[in-house]
């Protein structure tokens, strides 16, 4: 893992974040793209804004993203943004979240495994990251 930008993936992140804010604002009345949608592109804009900074093996970025995105779920399940002093309808408090979710978790994993297959599809990507 070594720095370096990415002004391809900083362009990215901008895109797929601009989808995010559109879904939550515009589109939250279709429930679909709200509760499932939205779940499956956050894992791919926490691959973009790592992706913009840092040069690291894709695999082990798809698996630590994983793993980050459960632990967030889970302290869910534990009110951790009510417990770290976030008032309801604050930005922490949305960005933590607030009530845990399988379901999300199933996003989070489909989500990395979208990534994962556009990584094997994009075999230039992924010679770029064995040289690392």
Do not use: H
């Not at 913009?52 to 943004?81: D, H, P, W």
């Not at 979240?97 to 489909?110: E, K, Q, V």
């Not at 297959?117 to 992924?126: M, Q, R, S, T």
Request: aromatic share 16%; proline share 2%.
């Amino acid at each position: 893992m070594k720095f370096k930008f990415s002004l391809t993936y900083l362009l990215l992140s901008i895109l797929i974040f601009l989808t995010e804010v559109l879904i939550a604002t515009k589109l939250a009345d279709i429930f679909f793209v709200r509760a499932y949608l939205g779940d499956v592109i956050v894992v791919m804009l926490l691959y973009t804004l790592v992706k913009t900074f840092v040069k690291m093996n894709n695999e082990r970025l798809i698996l630590g993203i994983l793993v980050f995105s459960c632990i967030i779920e889970f302290a869910q399940y534990f009110t951790i943004a009510e417990k770290l002093g976030f008032r309801p309808g604050s930005l922490m408090y949305i960005v933590i979240g607030n009530s845990f979710s399988w379901i999300d978790i199933l996003c989070y994993a489909a989500g990395c495994l979208l990534l994962f297959f556009w990584v094997k599809l994009n075999p230039e990507k992924e010679v770029q990251t064995i040289a690392d």
